[in-house]
């Protein structure tokens, strides 16, 4: 059984920049891709970034791109997503998850967080 926790959430101004982390409990962590996604409110999650068992492949979302950073520290089984030059429209609960799998879609993500509340004012 793996737990993940999410943390690093807050009100941030438009411009500013947020590190949220995820921290893994159990022994899968560190085989297995981590993912961030999010979801507004009113909205579908969405994918927003993903990165491989040891760090080597990474994906973001094209809405993204050049702003946020994903990474792993596999020895504290904690991810990291550095998100700068933050916009209103990023404000959403953002959720880490681990996949068996590198993918950007929910499946097949099998533990999820329970999310922390991101929220840029402009």
């Known amino acids: 059984q793996v737990q993940l926790v999410e943390s690093g959430g807050g009100l941030v101004q438009a411009g500013g920049s947020l590190r949220l982390s995820c921290a893994a409990s159990?022994?899968?962590?560190?085989?297995?891709?981590m993912g961030w996604f999010r979801q507004a409110p009113g909205k579908e999650r969405e994918f927003v970034a993903v990165?491989?068992?040891?760090?080597?492949?990474?994906s973001y979302a094209d809405s993204v791109k050049g702003r946020f950073t994903i990474s792993r520290d596999n020895a504290k089984k904690t991810s990291y997503l550095q998100m700068n030059s933050l916009k209103p429209e990023d404000t959403a609960v953002y959720y880490c998850a681990i996949s068996p799998l590198l993918r950007t879609t929910d499946w097949p993500y099998n533990y999820w967080g329970q999310g922390t509340q991101v929220t840029v004012s402009s």
């Open positions: 159990g022994n899968t962590f560190s085989t297995y891709a």
């Open positions: 990165i491989s068992w040891n760090g080597d492949i990474t």
